[in-house]
């Protein structure tokens, strides 16, 4: 079988089946393509790949009638560990769903290979914008996902919780991060909408996960949601339908940098404290000039902005007083963006309480994190700390 005249470069086929018939189309058209593949035999053992490799593969091809949840998660999978920069590939369907699944003809190692080799060479896709009625109809559609990112005691390495992390797969846009929903949901006054569905989908994916037992769900919510006066008791309720304490989830304040109503605000905190959260000012750094003010007010915690673990000075000096305030009024400070060793020993030095960052894991759905968290916990185990 002849190679293409001038195949890129940097093509990796990831292939997920352990059909023999799919195997030999794939490794047939990787041969066409003059490209690596990898064969996995089960959606399990595509994530493992995924979580613990640098993530090289361009093109991830799987059957088509895998069940929506294995399908669901190795898409989220292939577009958090690769940053978008690979594609899923259905064999078997006639239609794509999203410029983040393409459907092939399966069996055919000729078509498979010429869809991936002009899928490379295609012009990327223009930056995606959704408007209000695409993000209504996207709650209304259930296209909500999260994504689950461990947050690690900062001595032991311990888990000791995980934030929540909202995407949106849009069957036209693809599979969508806040910055391209978020700013239209608050807006639109659907942030309470958004927020709420993405709760209730992270309580469902968690529930039963052995690695949870014990642990907190950190959840983002913008500034409107927060100061809804009903928010507190409608998220009791909803932690009670899932059996988690209230007490083990954490509110992650969303900011702006413009300075908010600060009565409004400290009234907001404590009717969220009364309620029996825990509240967490976010990204508090640079983009957030009134973090004194806030420090003030009934939080429990602060999370470092992660430009705050970059080596520079100024990062630095933002870091070491950020947390000196923070712990001078007992609260819990967490550090992300932590994505080398180096950025690790910094926060360790500076007391910080807890870790979150790409070092560790990246955000990934909660099949891919329950195979982490067992894999985590064999090292740990074993005198693993960083």
Same mark, same amino acid.
């Given at each position: 079988? =002849?190679?293409?005249?001038? *195949? $890129? ?52 091809? %799987?059957?088509?009638?895998? *069940? ?29 769903? /999203? ?24 012009? $990327?896709? +223009? ?14 559609? #259930? ?9 690690? @005691? ?9 934030? &929540? ?5 849009? *069957?036209?846009? /693809? ?20 927020? =709420? %569905? ?69 009234? &907001? ?6 309620? /029996? ?5 976010? +990204? ?11 420090? +003030? ?8 902005? #992660? ?31 932590? @994505? ?10 500076? /007391? ?35």
């Amino acid at each position: 079988m =002849s190679a293409f005249p001038s *195949p $890129p470069a940097d093509i990796r086929l990831l292939l997920v089946s352990a059909d023999p018939r799919l195997i030999e189309a794939g490794r047939m058209a990787a041969s066409r393509l003059v490209a690596p593949i990898d064969v996995m035999p089960t959606v399990d053992a595509a994530l493992a790949w995924l979580l613990h490799r640098t993530p090289d593969c361009t093109h991830v091809l %799987v059957p088509a009638n895998l *069940p929506p949840g294995e399908l669901d998660a190795l898409a989220g999978m292939v577009a958090e560990v690769t940053e978008g920069t690979a594609t899923l590939f259905l064999l078997g369907t006639a239609h794509g769903d /999203g410029r983040s699944v393409v459907g092939v003809e399966p069996f055919d190692a000729a078509a498979i290979a010429w869809a991936v080799h002009d899928h490379r060479n295609a012009a $990327p896709p +223009d930056p995606p914008t959704l408007d209000a009625a695409g993000l209504r109809a996207a709650l209304h559609d #259930g296209r909500l996902r999260v994504r689950f990112q461990p947050v690690l @005691e900062a001595r032991s390495l311990r888990l000791i919780g995980v934030e &929540a992390l909202s995407r949106l797969h849009h *069957p036209r846009l /693809g599979i969508l991060r806040p910055a391209a929903f978020m700013a239209q949901a608050i807006a639109t006054g659907q942030d309470r909408t958004l927020s =709420s %569905v993405a709760a209730a989908r992270a309580m469902m994916d968690l529930r039963g996960r052995p690695f949870m037992q014990g642990r907190s769900v950190a959840f983002n919510m913008p500034m409107p949601a927060f100061l809804n006066e009903t928010a507190p008791l409608r998220a009791r309720e909803m932690c009670a339908i899932a059996s988690l304490p209230p007490e083990r989830a954490v509110v992650e304040l969303v900011e702006t940098a413009d300075p908010p109503d600060f009565r409004a605000l400290s009234a &907001a905190a404590t009717r969220w404290r009364e309620a /029996g959260f825990n509240l967490t000012i976010d +990204d508090a750094g640079p983009r957030l000039p009134h973090w004194r003010e806030l420090l +003030d007010l009934p939080f429990t915690g602060v999370k470092l902005d #992660g430009s705050l673990a970059q080596p520079a000075a100024d990062a630095m000096k933002m870091a070491r007083d950020i947390v000196a305030e923070a712990k001078r009024r007992g609260m819990f400070v967490v550090a992300e963006g932590i @994505e080398d060793q180096a950025a690790l020993e910094r926060m360790r030095g500076l /007391g910080v309480d807890a870790l979150q960052g790409f070092l560790f894991c990246r955000p990934v759905p909660a099949r891919a994190l329950q195979i982490w968290a067992e894999a985590w916990q064999s090292l740990i185990g074993n005198g693993y700390a960083a």
